[in-house]
């Protein structure tokens, strides 16, 4: 019964060639963030969509993109990796509206290794 | 100053010891803290809530103080299987989780 699925599990890219990271849930929960999480730091919000708003972190580079095609699904794309964005990415979700969250689902994460 | 400060430990205890862990977050207008646990190279996963009140989860206890804006966790005789690192997370405003660095538990046998 996942209900917050990533996809892959472990992905190897090149230096400087474009990558996409996938997630899809079945919560029918209107917001999805994309986290990034490096060895021993706690995890980053890179950006989220609140339905269909796309908020960006302010420190976010401009080599993250996202795509939220539907409620469904979410991409996270890096444009040019750099060695420095091998790390954890994680997406999450939660129910929110009114000023209130009722909760995150984390998926299992995207392990990325620039080589 | 980060938003949400954690010592990062490691804190390593005997099996059965009780240990404690703070956390301070700086944005009084905070409305929502939980506990995570993340085990090595896994995904967070919710421990509990924090409440105003403090609340009790079987050997796990999390309390709020608002005017210190302070969280702990205490964790009462503890077991092998306790040991992963914990995160403090704050909600700010309806939307954004922020992680504190996580403090590393190793209980050993």
């Known amino acids: 019964d996942a209900m917050v699925i990533q996809n892959p599990r472990y992905q190897v890219t090149q230096f400087g060639k474009p990558v996409t990271l996938s997630c899809s849930q079945t919560l029918n929960h209107n917001v999805m963030y994309w986290y990034q999480q490096k060895s021993s730091q706690a995890p980053k919000l890179l950006f989220h969509y609140y339905d269909k708003d796309f908020n960006n972190e302010a420190d976010t580079p401009d080599n993250f993109q996202s795509r939220r095609p539907n409620t469904s699904f979410c991409f996270l794309d890096i444009r040019s990796p750099g060695l420095g964005d091998a790390a954890m990415y994680l997406c999450a979700t939660s129910r929110a509206g009114q000023g209130l969250n009722y909760g995150y689902t984390f998926g299992s994460g995207t392990r990325l290794t620039v080589v | 100053r980060k938003e949400v400060e954690q010592d990062p430990g490691p804190f390593n205890v005997p099996e059965g010891a009780t240990v404690a862990f703070n956390c301070t977050y700086s944005n009084s207008a905070s409305q929502s803290f939980f506990w995570y646990r993340q085990d090595c190279r896994k995904e967070p996963k919710l421990l509990m809530s924090?409440?105003?009140s403090g609340n009790e989860d079987g050997r796990f206890t999390a309390q709020l103080n608002r005017a210190s804006q302070y969280i702990s966790l205490l964790i009462r005789d503890s077991k092998l299987s306790d040991s992963a690192t914990y995160l403090c997370?704050?909600?700010?405003?309806?939307?954004?989780?922020?992680f504190g660095q996580g403090t590393r538990l190793t209980i050993n046998p």
């Open positions: 997370v704050v909600i700010q405003g309806a939307q954004k989780l922020v």
């Open positions: 924090v409440y105003s």
